[in-house]
């Protein structure tokens, strides 16, 4: 089976910052994006600025895995509010990771 990934970014110092957009083009959501679909995972992005943060309910139903990432520690409600379990991985830098309970 298939792992379902969604990472999830701010998306915020890549638009801000051009070097920064220089370093990560498509965002570091896509770059971490881009490692895990070669790794076999079937990946989608989501980012604060789109409607819903977007973490859509349908989003949340096709993802078994959800990699958050933020500097500011912004976390999206969404996934909280729809059942995500989130648990700070490396505080200190940011990055979190939550995973969906389990469908199978």
Not at 13 to 18: A, D, G, S, V
Not at 22 to 41: D, V
Not at 79 to 91: K, L, Q
Request: glycine share 8%.
């Amino acid at each position: 089976m298939t792992i379902k990934v969604t990472v999830w970014n701010e998306y915020l110092h890549e638009i801000q910052f051009k070097e920064i957009a220089a370093i990560y083009p498509k965002g570091i959501h896509g770059c971490i994006a881009e490692f895990l679909e070669k790794a076999g995972m079937e990946v989608q992005t989501a980012t604060l600025e789109q409607p819903e943060h977007g973490l859509t309910e349908e989003v949340l139903k096709n993802t078994d895995v959800l990699d958050l990432v933020g500097t500011h520690g912004a976390r999206p409600r969404e996934g909280r509010d729809r059942g995500a379990r989130i648990s700070p991985c490396t505080e200190r830098h940011g990055a979190y990771r939550a995973a969906l309970r389990p469908r199978f």
